[in-house]
């Protein structure tokens, strides 16, 4: 009776609380059931639309060329001067005055430096006051003789006297003109070594003097390719201190093998001073060892690797999948690559075909594609953009007199 009693009283406190508990469970119930019966309606309709086609893949392409190509036998090597010698000086003294500097450029003969000749010059004319006095004294001499007052004797050593006094000037004279430094020959001041003031003796280095022009660079190029060379034939030279490739000449190929090497030397001219080539740097010699006038040729990045072998793409006709070709490169120049060889059993190579040159690696026989889109803007006439900027007037107006 008293339970009874609670539960009445309950009912008749908070008949608020139960309503609003029954409309909750109502809504959850009906929430659910919507989303039961959405989530069957997609299920449905992607019963019904079937299996998702895969998602082209995104290329470029580029048309495949007919050009010529060749085989290059590339290496890097050291410039050397042809003619270069260290110009030293022939006597003793003080270095007085440098007529040349780093980088000037000389003749044969042309004066380098000069040494303090003061010694050398009054030698040279005490050498010289002597043989004249002796050349006299030979002239009497010879009269005395030829009147029978002198013998042969007599003769014979003013002579011989004369002969010496006549040496003893030329070596003066020779001593003096050594004070002055000359060029050996034509070329460039590639180093001095000494300063005004210093003390040189006969020996003694003062210049480094080459021939830069022309530069010349040895090769050494496989037996096997030589017999593709020959004297005469362009080489291309690249440097990083060069703005752009220059070209050498193959002046002589030596007729003897290296045998631990198994290569022949190969010298090279490059011709004309050029800024920045100077004996000992570095340069990479490209020979061209054959070439191929009529030759497919692909871009580099057309070139797939799958194993041992090489695949290229080229588009269908329909441009929306690709054909899978497996290919022999032949040479290769630069960002070019030839096709030498379709192996594949497909219809071979012909003008027009597109081969797939950007996204490549990503392709398979009969992947779907797509091809990249240029979006073209079209300008707009100035009298139809007046006309529709009124009539978009017109439809937003709303006139006054109606609400």
């Not at 339970?3 to 959850?28: F, I, K, Q």
């Not at 006969?202 to 021939?211: E, P, R």
């Amino acid at each position: 009776m008293s339970e009874r009693t609670a539960s009445g009283g309950l009912s008749r406190r908070h008949p608020c609380a139960l309503l609003s508990l029954c409309l909750v469970l109502s809504n959850v119930l009906l929430a659910t059931s919507c989303e039961d019966q959405a989530a069957g309606e997609g299920l449905a309709s992607e019963a019904d639309a079937g299996p998702r086609p895969p998602d082209a893949i995104a290329i470029d392409v580029t048309p495949i060329s007919r050009e010529s190509i060749s085989s290059l036998y590339s290496t890097s090597e050291t410039l050397r001067a042809e003619k270069q010698a260290v110009v030293i000086a022939r006597t003793s003294g003080i270095l007085e005055t440098l007529l040349v500097e780093e980088g000037d450029a000389v003749e044969e003969g042309q004066p380098l430096a000069q040494l303090e000749d003061d010694e050398q010059r009054i030698a040279a004319e005490q050498a010289k006051t002597a043989w004249e006095i002796q050349k006299r004294e030979l002239e009497r001499i010879q009269k005395l003789h030829d009147n029978g007052i002198l013998t042969d004797t007599d003769l014979a050593d003013a002579k011989r006297l004369a002969d010496e006094r006549k040496n003893s000037a030329e070596l003066a004279d020779l001593t003096l003109s050594r004070t002055i430094i000359r060029a050996p020959f034509s070329g460039t001041i590639v180093e001095r070594f000494l300063d005004v003031g210093a003390t040189v003796s006969n020996g003694t280095s003062v210049y480094h003097l080459a021939d830069l022009d022309p530069l010349y660079v040895d090769v050494r190029v496989p037996e096997r390719q030589v017999a593709r060379i020959a004297p005469g034939q362009s080489a291309v030279v690249t440097s990083e201190t060069l703005e752009s490739p220059i070209t050498a000449k193959i002046e002589r190929i030596s007729p003897a093998v290296d045998p631990q090497t198994s290569t022949v030397k190969v010298t090279l001219a490059i011709s004309g001073t050029r800024a920045g080539l100077r004996p000992g740097g570095f340069v990479r010699i490209a020979i061209v060892t054959d070439t191929i006038e009529d030759a497919w040729i692909v871009p580099r990045s057309a070139l797939v690797a799958e194993g041992r072998r090489w695949q290229i793409f080229r588009l269908q006709e329909d441009e929306s999948s690709v054909e899978l070709l497996e290919v022999r490169p032949g040479y290769e120049q630069g960002e070019s690559v030839q096709i030498a060889e379709v192996l594949s059993d497909a219809e071979p190579l012909a003008a027009g075909d597109r081969i797939v040159s950007l996204g490549a690696s990503a392709l398979k026989d009969g992947s779907p594609v797509q091809l990249p889109v240029t979006k073209k803007t079209e300008a707009t006439p100035p009298d139809l953009a007046n006309e529709g900027e009124a009539a978009s007037d017109e439809l937003t107006e709303t006139p006054n007199d109606e609400g």
